[in-house]
């Protein structure tokens, strides 16, 4: 599936603990993006990344930071979790040259229980 | 990101039977995508769809995009138990953010 992985793909923390999630790609695409999934609400992009340093917010950013220092890995940060942040988050890429005519290929997913 | 509505939320059918499910938007859209995600998986693409009015298939699988590119559907013919699982549409229009509709989640009676 393109090449992505996810890291962890399990986790159980503590409230107010920070976390971080990573994804990491090995064909160089340019879109990636980091969504979540709870149940009733689908897909929800949290940050997405059009290149190396550049990022933006989606629609649930609040509570969390994202980092993409090289093209290969794009990592999602909770600084201070909360249990309203206990969700499967999802990373993806997109393989188009641009970001909104691609297919989007996703990795296999990281369960995070914040307690 | 534009706003998609996916209906129904969850449709239950007996297997042999057909399915539809719908993703209506307020705007054009300048593309839809779908996807399907099993249960315990991630979502995988199925197909995209650009143009007004395009139907593609994909053997029992039938996508359509609407004359004015604001809705499009999904339909599947004589269900099986290997079509249980979520289908999302997705659209994107001219920015970066693709927004996901809240997905159909198909149950296969056998």
């Known amino acids: 599936d393109a090449g992505i992985t996810q890291s962890p793909r399990h986790k159980v923390t503590e409230t107010g603990t920070p976390v971080t999630l990573r994804c990491h790609q090995t064909?160089?695409?340019?879109?990636m993006y980091w969504y979540r999934q709870d149940p009733g609400h689908g897909l929800r992009l949290i940050h997405y990344?059009?290149?190396?340093?550049?990022?933006d917010k989606g629609e649930v950013s609040d509570g969390y930071s994202v980092s993409r220092s090289k093209t290969e890995d794009f990592l999602l940060t909770l600084e201070s979790a909360t249990s309203s942040q206990t969700s499967v988050y999802f990373c993806a890429i997109s393989v188009a040259g641009a970001a909104n005519t691609g297919e989007l290929f996703f990795g296999e997913g990281s369960r995070l229980t914040v307690l | 990101g534009q706003q998609v509505m996916q209906i129904p939320q969850y449709q239950h059918v007996q297997e042999g039977e057909d399915f539809t499910t719908y993703c209506n938007s307020s705007t054009t859209l300048s593309n839809i995508q779908w996807y399907k995600q099993r249960p315990g998986g991630h979502p995988v693409f199925l197909i995209q769809?650009?143009?007004?009015?395009e139907v593609k298939k994909q053997k029992r699988l039938t996508f359509q995009f609407g004359e004015a590119k604001k809705n499009s559907s999904l339909h599947i013919t004589a269900t099986q138990t290997t079509d249980v699982g979520t289908y999302f549409c997705n659209s994107g229009a001219g920015s970066y953010q693709l927004t996901f509709g809240k997905g159909t989640k198909l149950s296969v009676i056998p």
């Open positions: 990344s059009y290149g190396v340093k550049d990022t």
């Open positions: 769809l650009v143009k007004s009015g």
């Open positions: 064909e160089n695409h340019r879109y």
